[in-house]
């Protein structure tokens, strides 16, 4: 079965999953990190050089707490794609809630400003805004829920 073969839901789905994924992944580099490595890992089109210091402990704290929300929103948008996946209805808004609250604050002061590369971030508010967007016709009931 292609991508084009796929019913809508299924396609949110897998969009969400892959956002997911990625934000899981990011929130376990972040916790890993110190403040200076983890400030490098979310602002990489930074020079590291830029970013290298020595932080009060509090500025780690609140870095790690960004981590553990990065894990947290990517578990949570992965549970929902697979739900999604199994037509549950109610699993488009919350994991729209979830995953594009969550990129609207990174476009505004990651995309925007430019702290970021394409890659992975810019990329990944792409996918979440894509699977909004995909959404609308499944939340209107134009298209089975999957």
């Known amino acids: 079965m292609t991508a084009a073969n796929l019913p809508l839901p299924k396609i949110i789905a897998v969009l969400w999953v892959i956002w997911g994924v990625v ?27 830029l970013l290298q210091a020595e932080y009060h402990p509090a500025v780690g704290g609140i870095l790690h707490q960004h981590g553990w929300n990065l894990g947290w929103f990517g578990v949570a948008t992965v549970i929902g794609g697979l739900l999604i996946w199994r037509g549950n209805r109610t699993a488009l808004w919350v994991t729209a809630l979830i995953g594009g609250l969550a990129d609207l604050g990174y476009f505004f002061f990651m995309d ?10 810019t990329l990944m508010t792409l996918i979440s805004g894509s699977a909004i967007l995909l959404s609308w016709p499944v939340w209107r009931g134009q298209e089975p829920a999957g």
């Open 23 to 49: 934000h899981a992944l990011a929130g376990g580099i972040v916790l890993g990190s110190d403040a200076s490595g983890g400030f490098q890992a979310v602002a990489d089109a930074v020079a590291p050089e």
């Open 112 to 121: 925007l400003p430019g702290f970021v590369h394409f890659f992975p971030g």
